[in-house]
DNA sequence: GCCTTACCCTTACACCGTAAGCCCTACTCC
DNA sequence: GGAGTAGGGCTTACGGTGTAAGGGTAAGGC
């Protein structure tokens, strides 16, 4: 499981095939059926080892820093195994792991004062983003070069204005600086974690 | 095209091969090569096609309701097309279907007097669920029978007393009535327009 | 000593994407 | 009308995939 992750790790989850890994593994590959029922059975066996490394956090701290700190310790560990939301929507039915996770979930919005009802509609929305399980659709953190850049803007300036703008002000030495990852996420969560309130007192 | 996304639509975007599809046009595999320069080509080919359905609101509404409607448009049309969030997410680079698409959402924000950077922000918000190009992370429409359900409560309450406790409230027959998919996409839609309202005039 | 259990191996099958190359048809141009 | 050409289709083949079937072998419990 553990050389499983490291492979993905290293080469991408597309690399992964049984022979590969048995092969990585110093082993034939069909010996792995007698640990495995499945291939997507390993693949959920990896995502259930790397979603259990997020620490739930059982301190009493306020509701709202409380999911904070778990969103945020759930993107570190997510950064660092880039595959995971791939085969987290993979999975059909959550494991235990997942599940252990989501009830953290639920239960800092419970316990912060949130109804069932509230903490449903929480749920949906943190649901892909806030969690981490999601990839940007839209990668614009790439650091294209001027030339590029300007050979874009005059292509689609014509017919995509707005995008092209926005790109531009992305671009390293746009107006924005690069588009900041880290930086977006905390935006987008907090932009939540605020509505959530928001959803609550009224 | 047409024929691959039929293909798609019934039998799942899995079941797409070449030698599926081929032989669904009557035709050998290779003959698709002619018109198609890989299988991934084939597949984005397939996505900007039904991309390019979504219809771009141009009336010159509030900001608000157009994205509003632009949103439900185009969850309207993955829906019948459910394999389109799998597809979307595989491509490296949007094509000129989802830029046109990207272009008319960031137009509607800085038309309706967002700045670059807020509307930069907005769309990283908006980003994967409101576009509708996200399966839900959990799939809690599921409709399961009491007696089942009776079980897995017994089997679950104990160490995850707050996620059976909502799941049988969404379950039928629970407190929610059953989650109805609908309602919580418009609900998280204008949870989060609702924010960005507030987050302009801040 | 024996038997179970756990692990591993070999072989084989059906399927996948696609590179290489040939053939035939239909259309264009003189 | 005849020649040339391009484009769609076909066949074959290669290296990859997941995995079903069945056989071997060493450690631990009686």
Redesign the pocket.
Same mark, same amino acid.
């Given at each position: 499981m553990a050389a499983a992750i490291e492979l993905a790790d290293r080469d991408g989850v597309d690399a992964? #095939?049984?022979? /590969?890994l +048995?092969q990585h593994l110093?082993?034939? +590959?069909? #010996?792995?059926?007698?640990?495995v029922r499945? /291939? #997507?059975d390993?693949l959920s066996g990896m995502t259930e080892a790397v979603i259990s490394q997020i620490p739930i956090s059982i301190d009493d701290a306020d509701w709202k820093t409380s999911l904070r700190q778990m969103a945020l310790a759930a993107r570190s560990i997510i950064l660092r195994h880039p595959w995971v939301p791939t085969t987290v929507e993979m999975q059909a039915a959550p494991g235990p792991a997942m599940l252990t996770y989501a009830n953290a979930v639920i239960g800092i919005l419970r316990e912060g004062g949130f109804s069932v009802a509230q903490a449903h509609h929480a749920l949906h929305i943190l649901g892909s983003r806030v969690l981490g399980f999601t990839r940007d659709l839209f990668d614009d953190s790439g650091d294209l070069d001027p030339e590029t850049a300007a050979g874009l803007a005059r292509e689609l300036g014509a017919s995509h204005p707005y995008a092209v703008e926005m790109a531009l002000a992305v671009t390293h030495g746009g107006a924005l600086g690069r588009c900041d990852d880290d930086a977006e996420f905390e935006f987008a969560l907090d932009f939540i974690l605020d509505g959530l309130a928001r959803l609550q007192s009224s």
């Open positions: 992964i #095939s049984m022979r /590969k +048995a110093g082993v034939e +590959a069909m #010996s792995l059926y007698t640990h499945n /291939k #997507s390993l």
